[in-house]
C-alpha cells in the first residue's frame, strides 16, 4: 500500500515562510491526485492545495497567491511552499495521496505561526 510521509513543519513569524515535503513509497502508479491539506484546532480537515497528474491544480482561496504546490515526480514527493505565513495558517498539515480511489493519507506535521 502507498504510504506518505510528511517533512517541514515548525514554528515560523508571521510573513516568514516554510517548506512542507511528502515523500510517497509503495504502489505509486496507482496514485492519480496529489495535495496538501490541513486542521486547525476545533476547525475541520479543508483543502489547501492539490495536483492531479494531468495537471490540474486548485488552491484555497485563502492560500490563493501564497502557497505553491509542486512535485518532484523522479522521487515520488510533492511540496507545499508556504510564504507570507499569518496566524490563520496555523495548522496540522496532511499530505494527501487518491490512489486507486482511495485517500491515503500522511501522519500530519504542525505548522505554528506566530505573532
Known amino acids: 500500500q502507498v504510504r506518505l510521509a510528511e517533512s517541514g513543519g515548525g514554528l515560523v513569524q508571521s510573513g516568514g515562510s516554510l517548506r512542507l515535503s511528502c515523500t510517497a513509497s509503495?504502489?505509486?502508479?496507482?496514485?492519480?491526485?496529489m495535495g496538501w491539506y490541513r486542521q486547525a484546532p476545533g476547525e475541520e480537515r479543508e483543502m489547501v492545495a492539490t495536483f492531479t497528474i494531468d495537471g490540474r491544480t486548485t488552491y484555497a482561496n485563502s492560500v490563493e497567491g501564497r502557497f505553491t504546490i509542486s512535485r518532484n515526480k523522479a522521487r515520488n514527493a510533492w511540496y507545499l511552499q508556504m510564504n507570507t505565513l499569518t496566524l490563520d495558517d496555523t495548522a496540522v498539515y496532511y499530505c494527501?495521496?487518491?490512489?486507486?480511489?482511495?485517500?491515503?493519507w500522511g501522519q500530519g506535521t504542525q505548522v505554528t505561526v506566530s505573532s
Open positions: 509503495g504502489p505509486v502508479a496507482g496514485v492519480v491526485s
Open positions: 494527501n495521496a487518491i490512489v486507486f480511489g482511495r485517500n491515503v
